[in-house]
Nanobody, 124 residues
Framework: QVQLVESGGGSVQSGGSLRLSCAASGYTSSTYYMGWFRQAPGKNREGVAVIFSSGSTRYADSVKGRFIISQDNAKNTLYLQMNSLKPEDTAMYYC??????????????????WGQGTQVTVSS
């Protein structure tokens, strides 16, 4: 099973950028998907972006054109480049990994491996 540690969160003004990182250990070829979810107070968990082992990616409509998910050549670090940040992007961001198709589908019911999260706050 993969262990995940997120970093890179912080506070920025609207329109700013942040890059989140997720350090993974125990990553194997059976970890087909890696992605990012977020949750704001009083709101449901929301899938943000996911990357398949082949390199294919999917994004939530709310972040398309602004966020980019990627991983390094060794596939042991996951990134989320967040540009043109908006106050509605404020949330705790969680890294996720696994072979469950629900992760690829960015389903909030995904219950596999999770990191502890990193807070992103965007002010106006």
């Amino acid at each position: 099973q993969v262990q995940l540690v997120e970093s890179g969160g912080g506070s920025v003004q609207s329109g700013g950028s942040l890059r989140l990182s997720c350090a993974a250990s125990g990553y194997t070829s059976s970890t087909y998907y890696m992605g990012w979810f977020r949750q704001a107070p009083g709101k449901n968990r929301e899938g943000v972006a996911v990357i398949f082992s082949s390199g294919s990616t999917r994004y939530a409509d709310s972040v398309k054109g602004r966020f980019i998910i990627s991983q390094d050549n060794a596939k042991n670090t996951l990134y989320l480049q967040m540009n043109s940040l908006k106050p509605e992007d404020t949330a705790m961001y969680y890294c996720a990994a696994g072979g469950d198709t629900r992760l690829w589908l960015l389903s909030p019911t995904f219950s596999g491996n999770w990191g502890q999260g990193t807070q992103v706050t965007v002010s106006s």
